[in-house]
């Protein structure tokens, strides 16, 4: 017999971990679906390897079980994306696909929990009254969100405190408070903890930033200052992006809210677990459960009235394609990701990079969003400039290094000798506009172990998007300049990955059907019951990090489905 | 000798030449060959880069195409300046697709650096010869808020390994 749940949650990362959390307090009963491990803090108790985490990463699905392909436009064919280190082992490992397991992309991130400002809600409008509608790029499938900054508001505040997210407030009820922020939007309080000990390097980002006139402020992370809600304080291991966390310092739904979950009686969590599709009604208006399969490839089947796809943009993407729910042709349309342009110092003084989280320093907003500083470039919208203190490990400063330098011999040997313990990086994630040229859909040739087709992803970076990195380049070699940098260097400005944990935009959120793929609370059109979440539901991209934006609509989905399911869950059918 | 899971002694002595080219050693100052970085290589080759035995099994074979217009056995035995030739010119063309010996260089390159800097408990990287050229202190448990001031000297915090934490928390692995 067909076994029942109440609800499915596919994929126990970020939002499916809040949502099973959610749900099961409210007293659904919810079946939980993860294809990667349910990990215990004993697997991660000694993880300070960076072969093993970093370079062969230990939390990633490889290309070989999840291949991801890629081409840069409709004409070529697509190939195998050489992510987690490539075929021969000799890329850049950085830019793969998120961690898998309980806590999914929350094990691996540095923990940088930026809100996005009120007008990255309204990025069209507020182009089109700066510039006029002429200045967006050729192809540009530009919306504004169907929801408002004020409307998430309470739901940012809500994933910090329930999260746990420490910092420095800089607008409290548009109050501006020294040390914080003075560019973020209005927050209706401070964050539940101050920030955490900053990586030495920070120093002279700081002093040099205020020497430029600028606004430095602590970053917003996802890392425990000091013990809160039974976690304890971050101890700066330095093994923090890219790892999992050894003393549950670091905010992830392995330790927050999946816990919380099982806590109720009302979860059930299967791990190495994948769902291979959904299941609909005869006439396609409405889920009716999932198909997956355990570890020992049985096939099983369950239903339930309410699917919650929560396994990365990506991923969610291709459950919908491979499921056949695709109703206006908008699954997969308006493919986002991050430019980082890093840009990396070498500082007169030790930086000692290897101590303290990613992000354990500082960033400025002065040309951030819309207050972008008028420019040559045609740049439209601006993002933070970052400071990046800590995490750095010997290997990774390899692939970082200086382009200039010759990367074997003596002189290579030198360099790293001389300057590893003086690095400094700096990056902006710059925005890109959703186009009509940038879009994920099945590759016809490629196909996973389980007869799956791969995800494509088309997509090239636009001249705006290398244009930002250049603009952000010379603000950034301006600070480097002030901090006294002995060497700089920085990436190209169309650099070579397409793929990098900030993958967004591919089932977004709108109001009308042949433009969106889901409503404002992620509810996919013409499916009843189906949920699709994550940054898969992102309008637009400024220039911070996707995740506390993803957990606040995930917090702002579920309040929704409560609402409407009042205390009768088994009535959510007939929503 | 060190024992090997994968490459023959020959081979090994030929990677190990490779490598002391990437990370050459210097009077007071270990290199590649005194970390150990072949067996690293030897080590990752038998299991986790199994896949790549080929490619290393054709990169051998394409650098002993270039070492026998010079009369020797094999790379290992030419004299450096032209070790160092052959592979200046493999570095030049690492993306002609007929020239695999820039592709392999390349290869060997990542692998020399990542047992030079990778735990010891990876076969390379003995007495933490790469931790200490460039300062690195290994796999801390924490850093306290004292050592994360500016100005501190890392060399003075004594180097770990993961075997280290492991004996901490009183694990034996």
């Given at each position: 017999m067909t076994e029942r749940f109440d609800a499915v949650i596919v994929g126990l990362g970020s939002s499916g971990g809040i949502m099973a959390e959610q749900l099961s307090a409210a007293g659904m009963r919810v079946l939980g679906l993860e294809k990667g491990r349910d990990h215990t803090q004993a697997d991660f108790e000694i993880k300070h390897d960076e072969l093993r985490y970093y370079q062969r990463g230990a939390i990633v699905a490889g290309v070989s079980v999840d291949p991801v392909t890629w081409r840069p436009d409709p004409g070529s064919t697509a190939r195998v994306l050489p992510w987690s280190a490539g075929v021969l082992g000799t890329d850049e490992p950085l830019y793969g696909l998120p961690s898998i397991g309980t806590g999914g992309g929350t094990l691996h991130w540095g923990a940088a929990a930026y809100r996005f400002r009120e007008a990255d809600f309204r990025m069209r409008s507020a182009i089109l009254e700066r510039f006029g509608e002429q200045a967006l790029p050729d192809g540009t499938t530009l919306q504004d969100w169907p929801l408002s900054y004020q409307d998430l508001e309470p739901y940012y505040d809500r994933a910090e405190w329930e999260q746990g997210v420490s910092g420095a407030a800089g607008n409290v009820g548009g109050e501006l408070r020294d040390?914080?922020?003075?560019?973020?939007s209005p927050r209706s309080r401070d964050y539940p903890m101050p920030p955490v000990t900053p990586g030495p390097g920070d120093g002279p980002f700081v002093a040099a930033t205020r020497r430029l006139g600028l606004h430095p402020f602590r970053q917003p992370l996802g890392i425990n200052s000091r013990e809160y809600r039974g976690r304890p304080a971050c101890v700066n291991c330095g093994f923090c992006h890219g790892y999992p966390c050894h003393v549950r310092a670091k905010s992830t739904t392995q330790v927050t809210s999946v816990p919380a979950a099982k806590a109720t009686g009302n979860f059930e969590l299967r791990d190495m677990s994948r769902v291979l599709r959904v299941l609909r009604s005869a006439d396609g208006r409405r889920a009716t459960g999932v198909e997956y399969v355990d570890a020992h490839d049985v096939l099983h089947t369950v239903e339930a009235d309410l699917v919650v796809l929560a396994a990365y943009s990506l991923e969610n993407v291709r459950l919908l394609l491979v499921s056949g729910i695709n109703e206006h042709g908008q699954v997969g349309k308006n493919f986002m990701t991050h430019n980082f342009g890093w840009f990396a110092s070498v500082l007169p003084d030790a930086t000692n990079p290897f101590m303290g989280t990613f992000n354990a320093s500082s960033a400025i907003d002065d040309y951030t969003s819309e207050i972008v500083p008028d420019n040559d470039l045609g740049v439209l919208w601006g993002a933070p400039i970052i400071s990046v203190t800590g995490d750095l490990q010997p290997i990774e400063a390899y692939h970082l290094m200086n382009p200039r330098v010759r990367k074997w011999g003596l002189e290579f040997k030198h360099w790293l000798r001389d300057n590893y313990t003086h690095l400094h990086r700096m990056y902006s994630q710059s925005t890109n506009f959703p186009s009509s040229r940038h879009y994920l859909d099945l590759d016809p040739a490629v196909k996973d172990r389980w007869g799956q087709p791969a995800i494509r992803i088309t997509h090239e970076w636009e001249d705006h998007d290398a244009n930002a990195v250049t603009l952000f380049g010379r603000y950034k070699a301006r600070i480097a300049q002030e901090m006294g940098a002995r060497e700089t260097w920085m990436d190209p400005a169309r650099p070579p990955y397409h793929l990098s944990t900030h993958d967004v935009g591919v089932h977004r959120m709108g109001e009308d059907p042949t433009s969106s793929v889901t409503d404002r609370f992620g509810s996919v059109h013409g499916c009843a019951g189906l949920y699709a979440l994550g940054g898969g539901g992102f309008v637009s991209y400024g220039g911070y990090n996707p995740n506390l934006t993803i957990q606040a609509l995930t917090y702002w989905s579920a309040d929704h489905i409560l609402d409407t399911a009042g205390t009768r869950p088994k009535d959510l059918a007939a929503v | 000798m060190r024992p090997l899971f994968f490459l023959n002694p020959d081979e090994a002595r030929i990677i190990d030449a490779i490598a002391s080219h990437v990370i050459p050693s210097e009077p007071g100052s270990p290199g590649a060959r005194e970390a150990g970085v072949v067996h690293y290589i030897d080590d990752t080759l038998a299991g986790f880069g199994r896949d790549l035995q080929g490619a290393y099994r054709s990169g051998l074979e394409a650098l002993q195409a270039a070492v026998a217009p010079y009369g020797a056995r094999t790379f290992a035995d030419l004299d450096e300046e032209r070790q160092r030739g052959i592979l200046e010119a493999a570095e030049a063309s690492p993306d002609v697709p007929d020239a695999f010996l820039g592709q392999f260089f390349a290869i060997v390159c990542e692998h020399v650096v990542q047992g030079f800097f990778?735990?010891?408990?990876?076969?390379?990287n003995v007495d933490e010869i790469g931790w200490r050229l460039v300062g690195y202190p290994g796999a801390q448990w924490g850093f306290s808020a004292d050592q994360m001031r500016p100005g501190v000297d890392a060399r003075s915090i004594p180097i770990l390994t993961v075997a280290d934490l492991y004996a901490r928390v009183g694990t034996s692995a």
């Open positions: 040390g914080g922020n003075p560019f973020e | 990778g735990d010891p408990a990876y076969g390379g």
